[in-house]
């Protein structure tokens, strides 16, 4: 091959051997017609082996058709660059990027420079992060299916709508993600029926499993036969005692109404007021008298219960906060004072209809879907 070198060729070589990538100079036959040590052991040939060959005759005859392409591509174009292979003399195949570039030399002939870049490396980092990205897609679609699983026996456990004795009750609940922190119970007893609605802070995985174990919780004491504020002081002592350090809190309203309908009990903490709608009447809001629940040691009220009589036609909106904090497109919040329109408004309706309306409103009124989840519950004394 000496005699087909270029004086020039001898003159770069050293530096070409000095570069940690595999060089090849081919001239326009085209023919290689040097190698620097690097490719040599990429091929794992000899010079003698290499010197004076067409590159594609390295490679099988399906994969010397692409090569031949990409030269001819690259001479159109003065250089070319793309991810390819090298054929091992062992059989195996080193994974390269092939970049060549085109050039005349002082006597008017074309050669090209072609270097290879070994990308094993990165290969294998593909490899390892597509297996890893499999088994994510696998434990993913795992932890959906337990999502949607857990999703179910939450709405198993969401309020129905209820008819007791002249008192009707619809109720609504929407997670803002697959399961929430809301939970809400309505509860018929022989002498009382009992409404709650609670909110857990946060959203999500965490705030659902708090919510459903405070749900149980919170059935006990109404199966027991608790008093209102007894009640609020034992699930605060329970969070706080249980869930010490986990800086979950709960905010809620709890209402009885006894069997004829004409009077209720309420109690609440921190939550949100509930709403008293009476027909020729503006709306009254009913605010809890105690702090939110797990947070502090006194946060509930020594008489921190209310009793009030209710009349034929009057109707109970019970909510958590993702009816109020909604924002529209000017940024405004919906608030309590904008929930109490809606509910003024829509108060003419059959009870049914009214939940429906108010339910309308608030997501006209809100950009996007909900950022929180969302309990209702109406109630209505015939």
Not at 7 to 35: K, M, S, Y
Not at 225 to 249: D, T
Request: one cysteine or more.
């Amino acid at each position: 091959m000496d005699e087909l070198l270029p004086e020039w060729v001898e003159q770069v070589g050293g530096i070409l051997e000095t570069l940690n990538q595999g060089v090849i100079i081919v001239d326009d036959c085209p023919r290689i017609i040097f190698a620097n040590a690097i490719f040599l052991e990429m091929i794992e040939l000899g010079a003698d082996d290499v010197l004076g060959h067409a590159a594609e005759t390295f490679f099988p005859p399906e994969d010397a058709s692409i090569i031949m392409e990409r030269r001819r591509r690259g001479q159109e174009e003065g250089h070319s660059r793309f991810e390819f292979y090298l054929p091992k003399a062992s059989g195996g195949r080193l994974p390269v990027v092939i970049s060549a570039k085109q050039f005349e030399d002082p006597d008017g002939r074309t050669f090209a420079v072609i270097t290879f870049t070994d990308i094993s490396e990165q290969k294998r980092a593909e490899i390892d992060l597509r297996q890893a990205n499999s088994l994510l897609e696998v434990r993913q679609a795992e932890i959906n299916e337990e999502l949607l699983l857990a999703a179910r026996v939450q709405e198993s456990l969401a309020p129905r709508n209820l008819v007791w004795g002249n008192v009707h009750v619809e109720t609504f609940y929407q997670p803002a993600r697959t399961i929430g922190g809301d939970y809400g119970l309505v509860i018929p007893g022989d002498d009382w029926l009992t409404l709650l609605v609670c909110d857990v802070s946060g959203h999500g995985i965490g705030s659902a499993l708090v919510a459903n174990r405070l749900y149980t919780e919170t059935l006990s004491l109404m199966e027991s036969g608790k008093e209102l504020v007894p009640m609020l002081r034992h699930l605060n002592s329970f969070v706080i005692q249980s869930l010490a350090g986990s800086a979950f809190y709960l905010t809620l309203a709890m209402a009885r109404l006894s069997r004829d309908g004409r009077l209720l009990e309420f109690a609440g903490g921190g939550h949100p007021p509930v709403m008293l709608v009476r027909p020729g009447e503006a709306v009254r809001l009913i605010e809890s008298q105690s702090m939110a629940i797990g947070l502090f040691d006194q946060a509930v009220a020594e008489d921190g219960a209310s009793r009030m009589s209710l009349k034929p036609g009057d109707r109970l909106v019970m909510y958590t906060d993702g009816f109020t904090d909604n924002f529209n497109t000017e940024n405004r919040m919906l608030g309590v004072a904008g929930l109490e329109e809606i509910v003024a408004e829509s108060a003419s309706f059959p009870l049914a209809e009214m939940k429906q309306r108010i339910l309308d409103c608030v997501g006209s009124w809100r950009v996007g879907a909900a950022a929180d989840d969302m309990s209702l519950i109406l109630a209505e004394l015939k």
